[in-house]
């Protein structure tokens, strides 16, 4: 065969085989807010306190926070991700326990059951830790400080719309206003 049909039967194959990777993610079959969206450690986020508002400058203003408060949160922001990361290595080494314990030629039933154990323990660590972070932000701010959070919070969320709200190739009449639909009998 001639060379040059070699050569443009191979570039046709690696542009069908990119496309085909790349064609999905531009069809929008991986939203950013979709379910692959979760953190490294598991964990969705969904209820994980908010310390680190103490970045945004414009918020703490916004929140009428004093200075105290700021040092206040910010302190307890590092020692919660300080916990939390010390519970996640705690929980990784754990996991990577029992691939091992599921790996071996003969599974030892006691040895998962006990990993499972310290792991579900660990994980309740983690649950607690977020419970007491949140009550802790409670003492810290007022009433309407964490309203305005919460608001804030909100209006985060807001550009994070379901699929029937998207606009764009895959829905492109979202947005529209839709057709009353009228009963044929």
């Known amino acids: 065969m001639n060379t040059n049909v070699k050569i443009t039967i191979v570039a046709g194959m690696a542009i069908l085989l ?4 790349l064609a999905p993610a531009m069809a929008g ?20 306190p908010a310390f680190g508002f103490w970045r945004n ?22 020692s919660y991700r300080e916990k939390q990361l010390a519970l996640q290595f705690q929980l990784d080494g754990l996991r990577l326990q029992m691939d091992k314990a599921f790996s071996a030629d003969t599974v030892d039933n006691t040895a998962v059951r006990q990993l499972a154990a310290k792991t579900a323990e660990i994980k309740g660590q983690m649950f607690v ?4 972070a949140r009550l ?20 985060r969320q807001r550009g994070h719309r379901g699929p029937e709200e998207k606009q764009g190739v895959a829905n492109p009449s979202a ?11």
């Open 18 to 21: 990119i496309m085909s990777c």
């Open 29 to 48: 079959a991986f939203p950013p807010d979709g379910p692959m969206r979760d953190k490294a450690d598991g964990r969705q986020g969904h209820h994980r």
């Open 57 to 78: 400058l414009q918020l703490v203003q916004d929140l009428g926070l004093t200075d105290e408060q700021v040092k206040q949160v910010r302190e307890a922001d590092f």
């Open 129 to 132: 830790q977020d419970v007491e």
């Open 136 to 155: 802790m932000l409670g003492e810290l701010l007022n009433a309407d400080q964490i309203d305005k959070l919460k608001k804030h919070a909100k209006s």
């Open 175 to 185: 947005g529209k206003p839709r057709e009353q639909e009228i009963p044929m009998d």
